[in-house]
């Protein structure tokens, strides 16, 4: 009988260990049969990498196997004596930890992860993007698995709650969501479909699974998988475009669920996540929509982040009024990659 698709699991750190081993618990109780997890440290400054290897010793059993490379290593599609040894385990005894040496956001950490799984001795069939500070459902891969093998889609998004799985956070994104909500009844609506599949333009990107041709399609179109310069946030919006463009489509599957910890800040932000928010919906804005729709944008955009910046202000938040402001003139400027700002915002966090 031959073996059900491949999913490598990408699951990006930085500085979160408490969060990545809750997420690797959840992992631990899926009943999908074959996965692999892959820990990407994203150039953590404290002891993540430490406390994920002494997870990784108590919890993945006697005769168990974690694979640590460099960037460069898993690059190159890591080595083949241990890449040979991975495969003789069960999916909840071994693991592989790559440790970049600098933080190069979600869309590069990510890019490091969904190239080991696609070049290494035994290709991935699927990669599924699990952020750190969620968790999963254990039917949850089986189900994504099923409706992309039922939908023939592509990417696959899992329906999103919130921590206490009160009410449903997030189930798809679509273009409209660029305008900040403000002229959502007036655009058209790219969620359709009834039952536990539904069409939708993007996937949720804190829980979102890629088929490896899809993958592959987007990179020979792009040149990379996510969008390496977007650095973190609206890359799922981008990703998908790109494989739309390539014949695929995104869906969402709604038995497949995940839980998201709101993010931390008052209003669920930080100041370096409200920058690139602001800065990237410019840049996909521009991407994706239509030529009527992006002028409609532009006329919207500036007014919605200069309102919501003096509403910081006047709630005494300057370093979240700031961050907005920064991110709409770096996205007219057109400049990209990491906010020079980020780590002097983000280092009273850091433990």
């Known amino acids: 009988m031959a073996k059900p698709p491949l999913v490598a699991i990408s699951i990006l750190n930085w500085n979160g260990w408490p969060d990545t081993l809750e997420c ?48 460069a290593v898993a690059l190159a599609g890591g080595e083949d004596p241990r890449e040979s040894a991975l495969e003789g385990l069960p999916p909840s005894n071994k693991m592989v930890l790559i440790c970049n040496e600098e933080n190069l956001g979600y869309t590069g950490g990510n890019n490091v992860a969904i190239h080991y799984a696609l070049t290494r001795r035994r290709s991935a069939d699927y990669v599924f ?24 889609a592509g990417v696959v998004g899992a329906t999103i709650f919130n921590a206490t799985r009160q009410r449903v956070a997030a189930a798809g994104i679509t273009p409209d969501d660029l305008y900040w909500g403000v002229l959502s009844r007036w655009i058209p609506r790219w969620r359709e479909g009834k039952g536990d599949i539904l069409d939708t333009f993007g996937p949720q ?26 650095f973190m946030y609206w890359d799922e919006l981008s990703f998908a475009h790109a494989a739309r463009q390539a014949g695929y489509k995104a869906v969402v599957a709604t038995r497949a669920t995940a839980c998201h910890k709101s993010r931390r800040g008052p209003g669920g932000k930080s100041g ?3 920058y690139y928010i602001s800065r990237n919906r410019i840049h996909v804005a521009r991407e994706i929509l ?15 982040v200069l309102a919501q910046s003096a509403r910081n202000l006047l709630r005494q938040r300057p370093d979240f009024a700031r961050a907005l402001v920064c991110g709409l003139l770096d996205g007219y400027r057109g400049v990209y990659g990491k906010w020079k700002f980020h780590d002097q915002e983000l280092a009273k966090t850091v433990k």
Request: hydrophobic share 40%.
């Open 24 to 71: 690797l618990r959840s992992i631990q109780a899926l009943d999908y049969p074959h996965y692999l997890m892959i820990v990407v440290d994203n150039g953590s400054r404290n002891d993540s990498v430490a406390r994920i290897k002494e997870w990784a010793a108590r919890n993945l059993g006697a005769l168990h196997l974690l694979v640590e490379y460099s960037q």
């Open 129 to 152: 993007l699990l952020n750190n500070d969620a968790t999963v459902a254990p039917d949850c891969l089986s189900e994504l698995v099923r409706a992309d093998q039922q939908a023939d």
């Open 205 to 230: 990107g804190c829980a979102v699974m890629l088929r490896s041709d899809a993958l592959r399609a987007v990179r020979k179109s792009r040149g990379e998988y996510l969008e390496s310069r977007l």
């Open 272 to 274: 370096p996540s409200l």
């Open 290 to 304: 239509p030529t009527r729709l992006k002028l409609l944008f532009h006329l919207v955009h500036t007014p919605v």
